[in-house]
């Protein structure tokens, strides 16, 4: 499924970096769709331009697989009102399009009337106000690499932080986040990340 088809499918307009990106090539690996993505793994596992295929706190879903995401994203909404009496506001729309390691979802949170939509972390097992991981998607992207950073100063293994992988995935931000990793200590970096006090995003009524 290509980007242009999921949007058609879902009725949403993507961010213009994510555009950007995606016009690189460097989402190949979400397009076509988990079959095709498991016969030839290695391929897609150790492309220099993939995107995001880092050991991060951010897994991005295959496009084919984001409109069954936005359903089970509906029910865990669903049962958000029966048990807390809460709905979101309809000014707002919630795209899935990544998840972490405990299966929570990054959202793009759409708001009626702005063009660019921020990025939250809806926890599917809380019902605590979401955190705004990015107020646009550069600086989600920026948040995603400080965390490599620090899954690698926890690890003790920076391999993957000098790979042409990794220095592709840097080309993706904007001059000035590239510009404070690559100028940071990485056990700063790694203390910023870990450190990082995120809003909540007040969506629910």
Not at 51 to 71: A, K, N, Q, R, V
Not at 116 to 130: G, L, Q, R, T
Request: net charge negative; hydrophobic share 35%.
């Amino acid at each position: 499924m290509t980007l242009c088809e999921l949007e058609k499918n879902i009725d949403v307009k993507f961010p213009k970096r994510f555009h950007e990106i995606y016009e690189t090539g460097a989402m190949e690996w979400l397009e076509v769709g988990k079959e095709k993505f498991n016969e030839n793994r290695d391929f897609y596992l150790n492309s220099p331009k993939a995107f995001l295929m880092l050991s991060g706190d951010c897994e991005p879903t295959f496009f084919e697989d984001i409109p069954e995401y936005i359903g089970v994203l509906n029910e865990l909404l669903d049962w958000r009102k029966k048990d807390e009496d809460e709905e979101l506001d309809e000014k707002y729309r919630l795209i899935p399009f990544a998840m972490n390691g405990g299966g929570d979802f990054y959202c793009f949170l759409y708001e009626k009337g702005v063009d660019e939509p921020k990025v939250i972390m809806y926890v599917h097992d809380c019902y605590d106000e979401p955190d705004i991981i990015g107020n646009d998607f550069d600086e989600f992207l920026y948040m995603m690499m400080l965390s490599c950073v620090a899954n690698a100063v926890d690890d003790d293994d920076f391999s993957e932080l000098e790979g042409e992988q990794w220095e592709n995935n840097l080309g993706y931000l904007t001059d000035e986040y590239r510009s404070k990793i690559q100028t940071t200590d990485r056990n700063k970096l790694a203390d910023m990340y870990w450190a990082f006090d995120f809003d909540e995003a007040e969506i629910f009524n």
